[in-house]
Structures are given as structure tokens and as C-alpha cells.
């Protein structure tokens, strides 16, 4: 989630010859892992997600969702657990997975991603331990009282070109995402906060491609923070933060919801829920991060 509070120009990639596929994106090539030996994987962090000079959460955790899908014997991320231990920068990763268990319908690993000190050492970004299962193999039974978000039409939400600083962060991450927020949502980019702590809006990337279960990790830690809502500006960095996928969503644009109830001690929590074009709701989160200063 860290997210800053200044915009710069978005530079997007080009798009040419209609939207990027599942498994031929951006995205996709950023997030690829090489295998080096078992366990053991090769990864480049790309400078394309990062915000102002740390490279974001949310594409991490895909990255290791990625490697740990490699390593599991099951494809689909259904609960992912990651704890962020020093920010992460543009560059040369390696990430070592570890199985916990293996079952008929789950297995559990633990993965964690390592850069290295100009000394040469290995210094841990990011430790994650998840559950992977067969999201095409769920039953049809749902049963819930989840509402989607009342969020207004795409159209009529703003964009990263609309407005003083709609979205607000590196041109990087920003020039890669197509987020529209509510405009009842964005009071802080005029110097108005609303004070509720809440954010909302569509996503999708900007290349046009689908969402997966892969890129749903991304999904919820992409928007700005809800503190700029209560007032704060500045980094919001991720402490931990815990992610369910709950389905695989349909073509076409996401929407998320997030909000928090409490900001105590210098510590926010921020609760995210996605919706995919069925109204299905595809992904969970909760995350606790670290507070800008007042």
C-alpha cells in the first residue's frame, strides 16, 4: 500500500493491437520467476511498480504467489500471509520456497524473497507462508450477506489524468494500473479529506488485461491508502498483510472497496474487499501498515 502523496505524469506502456492476454502481459513478464534449483528461484524486480523508490506490495506479493505456484502441487492461491520485513527495491531477487504440506484438496508452502547488501549478503524482504488450492474445482453453494460496493459508473469516476492528483505516486505503478475512484472518495487530492477512511474504485490494468487469481494479490493492496482520506499524507508502508481468494473473477473491470476503523498508536488497518463484473466477491484482505506522520 505505501503510496506518496505527490503525482507526477503518468507514462504508461503503450498498448497496441488490442488489450494483453493472460500469461502475455506486463504484468505476467514482470512477475515470471526463473527456476534455479528446486526451491530455489531467480527473480528481477521491476523499477515498473514501484512507488517514488520502493517497489510495491501488492506486485511482490504476486511475484511470490507466482513462485509458490511453481512449487505447490496445487495452482491457485487461496489464502496468502506475508509479512514485509525491509523494503524492496528495483533489481535482482532470488526466492526460496519451502513445503509445509500436501493434501488432496490444499497444500501449504512458505516462500520469502531476498536482494542483496552491497557486501553481497542476502538481506529478507518479504517472508510469506500460504494455502493453495483448485479454485475451479469450488462448489457452486454460496451463501452470504456481502453486498458489492455502491461505487458510480466508470465513467463518472476520476482517473489518474483527472483532476489536480486523483491518484497520487510514482509514474510507474500509476502508468500500469487503470484505477477510476469514487469521487466521493478523493476529497484529499483537493485538500478536502473526508475523514471516514475509505477508498474506492475500479481497477484494472492498464494494458487490458484480465484478472486472475495471481494478479488478484496485487489488486488489493494497489489503491491509494485510506489514511489520505483521514487526513495524512505521506508513506504508508505494509506491515502484514493477508489476502483470500475467494473465486476466479470474470472478464472486466474490478471493484474495490477498502476502509479502515481505527488508527491507533501510529498503526492503521485497512479491510479490502474485491467484486468482479458478476458481483461475485473474488478477493479479501486485511493489512496492518504503518501511519504517515501527522
Known sequence: MAQAAEQTPRTGPATTGGPATIGD????????VTLREEGVYDAELSAGWTIIHAVN????????????GEALPHP???SVSAHYLTASVPGPAVIRTQTVRTGRTLSTGQASLFQYAEDGSEVERIRV??????????????????????????????????????????SAITGRLDIRLDPATV??????????????????LADGR????????LTVDALPPTSFELGLK?????VELTAHIRCRPAPGPLRVAITTRNLAGGFLEEDAEVWDSADRLVAQSRQLARAPRA
Do not use: N, Q
Open 57 to 68: 506490495g501488492g506486485y511482490l506479493l504476486a511475484m511470490l504467489g507466482r513462485a509458490l
Open 187 to 204: 476529497g484529499w487530492a483537493v485538500g478536502a479529506p473526508s475523514g471516514k477512511g475509505e477508498m474506492r474504485g475500479w481497477f484494472g
Open 129 to 170: 507462508v500460504a494455502t493453495y488450492g483448485d479454485l475451479d474445482a469450488l462448489t457452486d453453494d454460496v451463501r452470504t450477506a456481502a453486498k458489492p460496493p455502491a461505487i458510480p459508473p466508470l465513467e463518472h469516476c476520476l482517473g489518474a489524468t483527472d483532476g489536480p492528483a486523483p491518484i497520487p505516486g510514482s
Open 210 to 217: 484480465d484478472a486472475d487469481a495471481l494478479s488478484l494479490l
Open 25 to 32: 502481459s506486463e504484468f505476467d513478464r514482470d512477475t515470471a
Open 234 to 238: 505521506g508513506w504508508t508502508p505494509t
Open 76 to 78: 491457485d492461491p487461496f
